[in-house]
């Protein structure tokens, strides 16, 4: 299956722990990648191949991966997190690619 | 450091053609592949298109397939997309996004700064 599920919408206080899960049934077969974008600017890869993370990407995120969900944690979360967070997969042969819906975090 | 610069974006009418360019600087750029992602007013990420680092394979999106066509021309650096028969469907921001391996398949490393595309009569 090509389609990810990612809710809407999270809201956590600043210093919580965010976390956004993204659901495919192709998820056990292929990386997750995660993306962070700000209004009106391009998005940012933030974890990669489901819990690598990029060089220049704060420790507070990470990734991690079971069964058919992915799930980007941010922990100590600040007032500059606050951003629309997508994942990213391919089909099972790796070639097209699809994204989730997105997730807003939104930080109280 | 690593740098995209797209430009060829603006305003069209329905059934016209655009081609937009993708200038690359600060990497190798021949060894990776390259996608091209779309993002409509207030919506969500859309992949486009994808072509591995010698050109040699290439991949659309349905909704794009037989209309657009990706390039590549690694002695300037430079990704096209040639975007056929376009439709009001089409308005979006196009952004290239740098691949993490020769390939096609992988996680986007590097993103430009994008152009807006605009189908409207």
């Known amino acids: 299956s090509s389609e990810l599920t990612q809710a809407p919408s999270v809201s956590v206080s600043p210093g919580q722990t965010a976390r956004i899960t993204c659901s495919g049934n192709?998820?056990?077969?292929?990386?997750a990648y995660w993306y962070q974008q700000k209004p009106g600017q391009a998005p940012v890869l933030v974890i990669n191949?489901?819990?690598e993370r990029p060089s220049g990407i704060p420790e507070r995120f990470s990734g991690s991966s079971s069964g058919t969900t992915v799930t980007l944690t941010i922990s100590g979360v600040q007032a500059e997190d606050e951003a629309d967070y997508y994942c990213?997969?391919?089909?099972?042969?790796?070639?097209?690619?699809?994204f989730g819906g997105g997730t807003k975090l939104t930080v109280l | 450091q690593v740098q995209l610069v797209e430009s060829g974006g603006g305003v069209v009418q329905p059934g016209r053609s655009l081609r937009l360019s993708c200038a690359a600087s600060?990497?190798?750029?021949?060894?990776?592949?390259i996608h091209w992602v779309r993002q409509a007013p207030g919506k969500g990420l859309e992949w486009v298109a994808v072509?591995?680092?010698?050109?040699?394979?290439?991949f659309y999106a349905d909704s794009v397939k037989g209309r657009f066509t990706i390039s590549r021309d690694n002695s300037k650096k430079t990704l096209f997309l040639q975007m056929n028969s376009l439709t009001p469907e089409d308005t979006a921001v196009y952004y290239c996004?740098?691949?993490?391996?020769?390939?096609?398949?992988?996680?986007?490393?590097?993103w430009g700064q994008g152009t807006t595309v605009t189908v409207s009569s």
């Open positions: 600060g990497f190798t750029f021949s060894s990776y592949g």
């Open positions: 996004a740098k691949g993490d391996s020769p390939g096609v398949s992988g996680g986007m490393e590097v």
């Open positions: 072509i591995s680092y010698n050109g040699n394979d290439k």
């Open positions: 191949k489901d819990t």
């Open positions: 990213q997969s391919a089909d099972s042969r790796g070639i097209h690619v699809f």
């Open positions: 192709g998820l056990p077969k292929q990386y």
